[in-house]
């Protein structure tokens, strides 16, 4: 945990329990909840952003690239494992792994 | 609680008792007087009967307990004559007050009343001519100041309830209840 | 009270109609409907939504008021606890009402007492003056920056709320100058400066935002004073934490809440002029509870008669709990005891309190008190 996160003393708190900056959830470790850990083949990924959409914690993190035509697109970059909780839903939805091929996410046991 | 001047009205819900109660102290408080007023709510139905209280001072009222022993008793409806309530708590000096078309020493007889100063006064039809219907608690005013002129006049009576009834109501009701008030002082008897 | 809140002119209140408060809000309305204020009437389907809606138009940064009794306290009831920890400043008048069942419209402080732990800064008042004076007063107590807690303006039922005296009223401009423009604190609305309200505690912090309001509702205290001394400067007429009638020197005093002072003081009057010490200690204050101001002032006195107007079921009266505590360290102890009366709308009259007077005095030669606990006026006893 962060400094930011140490707990405070009553008297350093804002008045009511109201929280002063947006967006902090970001701040917050999920990751630490996971027991199973999905893993991207790159090789394997035709970046439909399927596992974007679906992902609950916006884990999926995305670049900018080109199709194979040369057109502009967004393209997943990495997994951000400080908020992946291991829901698997990405797993159960992407399209590669539903068509039988090589899998473009892999689904692991995190002790392995 | 002697220093206190102290009026108690009986008459029934839709009459107009409270707000005869609540005008009359504005009216008095006009004159330079402490007041208050406030009505005693029971079941709150039309016709259920109801009593208001008025209290005058020269000094600031403390007290907000009903009137137990009623300088003047307000009878704004002689249908309740034989109700108890009008009587209790009265005393040899206590005055009354009652809208009726009867004769006032008869209307003495059937409160049961001794030597006390009884006031009559034809409310209700006083009510009839101008409004065409029953609201006989201006009339009532108008009387209580030809029974108690040492509270408040009946000049000062007109010129502060005009006040107090503008706040409430439209111009034209202004003027016929101050009318009330006038006809109600004009056509007391006394017994 | 509709008239302080006229003068007052917050920028939302949310009521929803209950006797004997109704007549409050139905005269705001009016004000509302003749363009007299610039505020928002929201007309809500419950209580419960009435107090949900001002703490979400406080939480918005708007002044905010409204106005309950009784069974509509009670529904509220949730919600009060949210709008005094989320430390919102709304204003409510309490028009004190006995709760059902049986179904009574007149006055105890069943409701307001109730809520006493709820949070809320606690305001009395004995007549129609003070109760305008109060309300005046507690924009300013609840949005200091010390404080930022609702208040609850509390005055009884029909006996206060029915009743037309003679009072003063100040200016308008004088009311607004002396209140000040109010600057919410950490809006909803801001969007360039988003905030979350509402948020969960888990045990790592719910007991340090709990100390917190202590703090702030403690300190309440000082700035009443403060906010009574400038009413006193602006508007010439005095407020303490509780008021002391005739009590320096008074042997036995009454301690007591709301309308039946101006009963007790003439009572104590007419003992005064037969020459018998006795005085009248009459809350103000209810929370935060002024424990030491008030030992200091009955320092003294040998017997006090405590008259709760509510009742706490199984125990003894909640007024009584803390003036024993409150004297539970004088030195010497007076003898202290509790009194029901009021409970529904029963009278307590000048005769009664005489009687409750010779008690007392039948105590103070023999040294003990007799009964510590009763009801007054009440058939078969």
């Known amino acids: 945990m962060s400094d930011k996160y140490k707990l405070k003393k009553w008297q350093d708190l804002p008045p009511g329990g109201v929280i002063t900056e947006g967006g902090n959830a970001a701040d917050y470790e999920t990751g630490t909840w996971r027991t199973w850990r999905p893993v991207w083949q790159k090789e394997n990924c035709v970046h439909c952003l399927t596992c974007w959409v679906f992902c609950p914690e916006g884990a999926f993190l995305l670049q900018d690239g080109r199709t194979a035509g040369g057109k502009d697109r967004k393209e997943i970059k990495e997994i951000d494992y400080f908020h992946c909780k291991g829901c698997g839903l990405c797993v159960r939805e992407c399209p590669v792994n539903k068509q039988g091929k090589e899998p473009a996410l892999q689904f692991i046991r995190e002790e392995t | ?191 | 009270m509709a008239e302080a809140m006229r003068q007052i002119n917050p920028d939302v209140v949310a009521a929803f109609p209950i006797t004997p408060s109704t007549q409050v809000i139905e005269d705001f309305a009016t004000f509302v409907a003749d363009g007299k204020v610039k505020t928002e009437l929201i007309t809500v389907e419950s209580e419960h939504s009435a107090m949900s809606a001002c703490i979400g138009a406080s939480a918005a940064g708007g002044r905010v008021m409204t106005a309950t009794s009784a069974n509509g306290l009670a529904l509220m009831w949730e919600m009060l606890y949210i709008a005094a920890s989320m430390r919102q400043p709304i204003l409510m008048t309490v028009v004190n009402r006995a709760l059902s069942a049986p179904i009574n419209i007149h006055c105890d402080h069943g409701d307001s007492m109730g809520a006493r732990d709820a949070g809320w800064i606690q305001i009395y008042a004995e007549n129609n003056q003070e109760a305008y004076d109060n309300m005046v007063m507690a924009p300013v107590i609840a949005e200091h920056r010390d404080v930022r807690l609702p208040v609850m303006v509390c005055l009884d039922g029909f006996i206060i709320s029915h009743s037309i005296e003679t009072m003063e009223l100040e200016e308008d401009q004088a009311v607004r100058d002396f209140i000040g423009p109010y600057r919410g604190l950490h809006s909803l609305l801001d969007t360039d400066r988003p905030v979350t309200w509402g948020a969960l505690d888990l045990h790592d912090y719910y007991i340090e935002h709990k100390r917190g309001q202590q703090a702030a509702i403690e300190s309440a205290k000082s700035v009443i004073e403060s906010v009574s001394d400038r009413f006193y400067r602006t508007f010439g007429r005095k407020y303490e934490l509780f008021e002391s009638y005739r009590i320096e020197d008074a042997e036995r005093v009454m301690v007591a809440i709301n309308s039946v002072a101006g009963e007790i003081k003439e009572v104590v009057d007419a003992l005064r002029d037969a020459g018998e010490k006795v005085g009248l200690l009459k809350i103000r204050l209810f929370r935060p509870f002024p424990y030491a101001q008030i030992a200091a002032a009955l320092r003294g006195a040998k017997v006090v008669t405590v008259l709760d107007r509510s009742t706490s079921m199984g125990a003894y009266g909640p007024l009584f709990g803390e003036i024993r505590t409150a004297l539970y360290d004088a030195e010497p102890r007076p003898l202290v005891y509790n009194r029901t009366f009021g409970l529904g709308g029963r009278e307590l009259f000048p005769d009664d309190i005489q009687e409750l007077f010779a008690e007392s005095r039948r105590y103070l030669q023999n040294g003990k008190v007799e009964k510590i606990f009763d009801f007054l006026n009440v058939r078969g006893d």
């Open chain 2, 1 to 191: 609680m002697s220093e206190y001047f102290e009026v108690r009205w009986h008459g029934r819900g839709g009459q107009g008792t409270v707000t005869g109660a609540k005008s009359l102290a504005e009216a008095v408080q006009g004159t330079g007087k402490y007041v208050s007023a406030f009505p005693d709510y029971g079941p709150e139905r039309r016709g259920a009967p109801v009593r208001a209280f008025d209290r005058f001072a020269d000094k600031r009222i403390r007290i907000h307990i009903p009137v137990l022993e009623p300088d003047v008793v307000m009878i704004v409806d002689p249908t309740l004559i034989g109700s108890k309530s009008l009587v209790e708590g009265i005393g040899e000096n206590t005055v009354f007050v009652v809208n009726t078309e009867k004769d006032a020493a008869e209307t003495k007889r059937a409160l049961g009343l001794t030597g006390q100063t009884l006031y009559t006064v034809p409310a209700n039809n006083i009510s009839y001519r101008l409004f065409k219907r029953e609201i006989p608690n201006s009339a009532m005013m108008g009387a209580f100041a030809r029974a108690c002129p040492q509270i408040i006049s009946i000049e000062a009576l007109i010129k502060e309830a005009e006040h107090a009834f503008a706040a409430l109501l439209a111009k034209d009701l202004v003027a016929k209840n101050l009318d009330a008030i006038r006809c109600g002082y004009d056509e007391v008897r006394n017994a």
